[in-house]
């Protein structure tokens, strides 16, 4: 038999509990989003860049994991929504990366909205926690910066784009 009973909840407003939970879904679509992304680089025999896609891919489910537990450990109840289906078709590495960089910057709006609506809220606790955000974001943002500078230079040339290929590969989890 089991017993039930109703937890015990913190502070949170409910304005935050709704866009903690929305970031949520958003961390995770970002995660599929980039495994699509590596799904397509894997069909066009490009191994670096879907390795990176699919690392990046982990991160963002880790990003999602991360306010899932902030949740949970503030005694708020997380409410999983379903995680809309990316796109499966995507152009070229360069468009992709453009794409990407796009993405994250939107990801960077909406953490920076969080941030606005915890100190709207008065929640000092939420807003030291979206300070990991905000300085991941500088850093994901710089990284797609750095793969597009480098496609910049590596124009047309298929050797060219093969050699960064390869690059891409050596990135590590904790890069």
């Given at each position: 038999m089991y017993l039930y009973y109703t937890r015990r909840t913190t502070m949170l407003s409910e304005k935050l509990k709704k866009a903690?939970?929305?970031?949520?879904?958003?961390?995770?679509?970002s995660s599929y989003l980039y495994?699509?992304?590596a799904s397509h680089f894997?069909?066009?025999a490009l191994p670096g860049?879907?390795?990176?896609?699919k690392m990046q891919a982990r991160e963002e489910w880790e990003h999602g994991m991360k306010f899932y537990e902030y949740l949970y450990e503030a005694g708020s109840e997380v409410q999983l929504e379903?995680?809309?289906?990316?796109?499966?078709?995507f152009g070229t590495p360069k468009q992709i990366f453009e794409e990407t960089y796009k993405h994250e910057q939107g990801v960077t709006a909406s953490i920076n909205a969080l941030f606005e609506?915890?100190?709207?809220e008065k929640d000092p606790k939420t807003e030291v926690m979206l300070h990991w955000f905000i300085n991941e974001?500088?850093?994901?943002?710089?990284?797609?910066r750095d793969i597009l500078d480098m496609l910049d230079k590596v124009g047309?040339?298929?050797?060219?784009l093969l050699q960064l290929d390869q690059q891409v590969m050596a990135r590590r989890a904790a890069d």
């Open positions: 903690l939970n929305e970031q949520i879904n958003k961390e995770f679509y495994l699509s992304m894997d069909a066009n860049f879907a390795s990176w896609m379903a995680i809309a289906k990316p796109p499966v078709k609506l915890a100190k709207a974001q500088v850093e994901e943002e710089k990284n797609d047309d040339s298929h050797f060219g």
